[in-house]
């Protein structure tokens, strides 16, 4: 196979650099969709809520949508890092959400999940045309080839959504992530609370008891504060790479300022699990949703929701490296 130097855009991140012997995909053998796995997933019960995997194993990359029908979900998008790669994440109102590997060019896989759903919508004159966001991560780590989530990929994944089933790990779009994706759940009367995420973090993960579970196991601040006290050279960051994907999903009513509120919320909780978050080699995006179907007096605070779905936030993380 041929070798040549192809310009990439990374954003998963905004950044550009350049690849040195990608091998071309030979047009006569396109990559092909898995959408069935005999994975680990996280079982929950949230009518409405479809979510859908595809993966190019010839890659490795993915991604993975979720969908809110025709209906659709009321919205709100929370960026933080140096290096965001997102698409149509600011309507307020979104009928899906992708997220997908591939940094820049794996975008292309929302228009794949929109282009899925116009083919099963009713349609009238003029047509509906369903709102579809999207973010990416980088993850051309030790990889020779320049296959990514396209548009075949986002129809693939849309047309295997189905509910109550969320695959961890290294599936959908952490197919090939640092780390991988995972979720959590909780039901309190009627109100459901649903929180998924995709780790490619530039930092390790945290359990609760303050032990750190990825890499070599040593608190980034030890290793940090070690280099100090040798006066060894720091090392500068190597942006555009790193990336954390979140969406937190309830069927609780909240107007546009709590759902907004809701996500910095979550969000800034992330750096408990995360360390160190939102840095500015990454990219990290969050996602608050609601399909705005029951009004739980129990959880009028905005606050007191958002305390909830932090901790499911940090539960989702945890899972990411392992059973729910």
């Known amino acids: 196979m041929n070798q040549r130097m192809l310009p990439l855009m990374t954003l998963g991140c905004a950044v550009f650099i350049a690849v040195i012997g990608i091998a071309q995909m030979p047009e006569s053998s396109p990559p092909i969709p898995v959408t069935a796995f005999d994975s680990p997933y996280l079982a929950f019960d949230f009518p409405g809520l479809k979510i859908g995997f595809a993966e ?3 890659g490795p990359t993915g991604c993975t949508v979720f969908s809110f029908g025709e209906r659709g979900a009321s919205t709100a998008f929370d960026e933080r890092g140096g290096s965001v790669g997102k698409t149509e994440a600011d309507y307020g109102y979104h009928h899906a959400i992708c997220f997908a590997g591939g940094s820049l060019v794996g975008l292309e896989a929302a228009s794949g999940v929109r282009a899925e759903m116009i083919a099963h919508w009713t ?3 003029p047509p509906r045309i369903p709102l579809v966001g999207g973010a990416i991560i980088y993850d051309w780590f030790g990889r020779d080839n320049l296959i990514y989530p396209d548009k075949a990929l986002g129809m693939a994944a849309m047309a295997s959504a189905s509910e109550g089933r969320f695959y961890y790990g290294k599936r959908g779009a952490a197919r090939a992530a640092g780390v991988g994706q995972g979720g959590a759940f909780r039901q309190i009367g009627e109100t459901k609370i649903a929180v998924f995420t995709v780790v490619n973090a530039i930092g390790d993960i945290i359990d ?9 196991k040593r608190h980034p601040l030890d290793k940090l504060e070690e280099r100090l006290a040798q006066n060894a050279e720091s090392v500068p960051d190597e942006a555009g790479k790193h990336t954390t994907l979140t969406i937190v999903i309830t069927n609780q009513k909240w107007n546009n300022y709590d759902l907004k509120q809701i996500g910095r919320q979550v969000h ?3 750096a408990r699990a995360i360390q160190p978050f939102q ?6 995006s969050l996602f608050t949703v609601t399909t705005n179907e029951v009004d739980n007096e129990s959880l009028k605070s905005a606050a007191d929701f958002g305390l909830i779905a932090s901790e499911l936030a940090w539960d989702a993380v945890l899972n990411t490296l392992g059973d729910p």
């Open 56 to 58: 190019y194993e010839e």
């Open 123 to 125: 349609q009238r004159n």
């Open 208 to 216: 609760r008891d303050g032990n750190v579970l990825t890499r070599d």
């Open 268 to 270: 800034s909780s992330m």
């Open 279 to 284: 840095t500015g080699s990454d990219g990290d």
